[in-house]
């Protein structure tokens, strides 16, 4: 089936650096992506999302871009922190009226001091 | 308002036991979502169920597995003559509504290992 997948599993940086973590998607269709940041050993909470018609979208230190020319997305976080430090995933929402998330692999992120 | 509630934590269980797992949904959520993720793998969908009805189990395995979501109580997720392979971390996650664009709350997950 379609999946995400993401291009680095892991990423370091130094604190205060920006720091992007990128994301493949297959699904021509799909038309809502969303961020996730999972910290070990608890679940994954909510970053930021974006829709299809948009191509950015930004939060408080945290931008989205999606390219859908090339089915790609990115994360990118600001004067990256050491509370940063998690695994992050792209998961993309299904077409249809029920709600699965694919989710790709993850991308562990360290942020060394 | 408390966030998604998954029990327990941690389970353990001998190969051909039975494993329940809990999850209570976020206060005002109907819609209910179980995942499995394996170590250092994203999350794979099993189920999505609404009070009492099972709206989508295309990712959950046709045999052992099982679940519920009742009128009264917590959704479970069950698991019958656990094996090894079974052994993973499972997610529930809870929205008001289904459409997409509504965010999902998960909870911290309840890690099943089978010995």
């Known amino acids: 089936g379609e999946s995400v997948g993401l291009h680095l599993p892991t990423l370091s940086v130094q604190e205060g650096d920006n720091s992007i973590i990128n994301c493949a998607y297959s699904?021509?269709?799909?038309?809502?992506f969303i961020w996730y940041k999972q910290e070990s050993g608890k679940g994954p909470q909510f970053i930021i999302d974006?829709?299809?018609n948009m191509d950015k979208r930004q939060g408080q230190r945290v931008t989205v871009l999606l390219n859908k020319t090339v089915k790609h997305l990115s994360l990118q976080i600001a004067a990256t922190q050491p509370g940063d430090s998690a695994v992050y995933f792209c998961?993309?929402?299904?077409?249809?009226?029920?709600?699965?998330?694919?989710w790709g692999l993850g991308t562990s992120l360290a942020v060394n001091p | 308002n408390a966030g998604v509630m998954q029990n327990p934590r941690h389970l353990v269980r001998r190969r051909g036991q039975e494993a329940r797992l809990r999850c209570s949904p976020m206060?005002?959520?109907?819609?209910v979502y179980w995942y499995r993720q394996l170590p250092e793998e994203g999350l794979k969908f099993m189920v999505y169920?609404?009070?009492?009805?099972?709206?989508?189990e295309s990712g959950m395995p046709k045999e052992r597995f099982s679940a519920e979501f009742p009128k009264e109580g917590p959704s479970i997720l069950r698991i019958q003559q656990v094996v090894r392979g079974d052994s993973a971390a499972y997610f529930c996650?809870?929205?008001?509504?289904?459409?997409?664009?509504?965010?999902?709350?998960f909870g911290q997950g309840t890690r099943l290992t089978v010995v």
């Open positions: 998961a993309e929402d299904s077409a249809g009226n029920n709600r699965k998330l694919i």
């Open positions: 206060k005002g959520h109907s819609h």
């Open positions: 699904n021509s269709a799909s038309d809502y």
């Open positions: 169920l609404q009070k009492e009805n099972i709206i989508d």
């Open positions: 996650a809870s929205s008001y509504n289904s459409q997409g664009g509504t965010e999902a709350f």
């Open positions: 974006i829709r299809s």
